[in-house]
């Protein structure tokens, strides 16, 4: 499923505006849009009204669109060079901004490559073979009942579990995982649930922003979240989602801030 139909992302007479509808596919347990959705809807534009490739984008949500709001997204161009775009992405409701983005467009071949960095354990085990996430009723409509999550480090119910700050997720969309930035985006919203593991109460962390990182999409059945949460303070977590194929290679890596809470 290409993301524009798992998000119901409509075009206009125009590659840089588009429409989107908040529906409860796209919305979180509170019936509002989903962080990951409304920034998969900010690369899905930008790689529209550009025709390249999105690198690197961050979104901060302004107020939380609610159903049945229309958002209008605009892309507004700040540079074009050679290889990379620079822009600008905003979703308002009659005026009101939603939620504002900056993104970065384009590659450049160049000889070398590689990924550093702590890789996810090596006896995960694979997706199949883990349990359900485990959430309260009241959490799984919207876009929950669309992702299927297998809980890698937790409980043998499902319930999530964070060794120092660390856990991990598999995750796949409807038919699988496009090598999209935006599918990514959708499934990089995962701070929260790092946040979630660590205490026994239930917990949430409330995205204020949400920033991706392409490495080198690949389409792929199950996305491994390696999730880590960094700290908490003055009410506020911040952590980091690395997300890998189920071979181990490095597709992206997100990061979000979100207000601590109980849900």
Known sequence: MEVK?????????SAEHWRLAIW???????????GGCGLAAVIEVAEAATGRPATWAAC???????????LDVRYENLATGRRVSQGRVTATVDGEIMLSALVALGTRE????????????????????????RMPEGRRGGVRERIDERVASGDADGAIRAIDGRSQLWATLPG?????AAALAVLGDAVSAGVDGLYTDDVRARSIDNSIRIVAPRACDWVLLDIQVDGAALGLAHGTVRMFTPDGHLLAVAS???LVGNR
Request: glycine share 14%; proline share 16%; charged share 20%.
């Open 176 to 180: 699988g995982v496009p090598a999209s």
């Open 110 to 133: 160049f000889p070398i490559e590689g990924q550093w960095g702590s890789p996810p354990p090596a006896n995960l085990p694979r997706a199949l073979a883990c349990p359900p996430r």
């Open 24 to 34: 409860e596919g796209i919305c979180g347990g509170r019936g509002a849009l989903y």
């Open 256 to 258: 979000q801030s979100g």
């Open 60 to 70: 901060q949500f302004v107020r939380g669109a609610e159903m049945p709001e229309v």
């Open 5 to 13: 139909e798992f998000l119901r992302l409509e075009p206009t007479e």
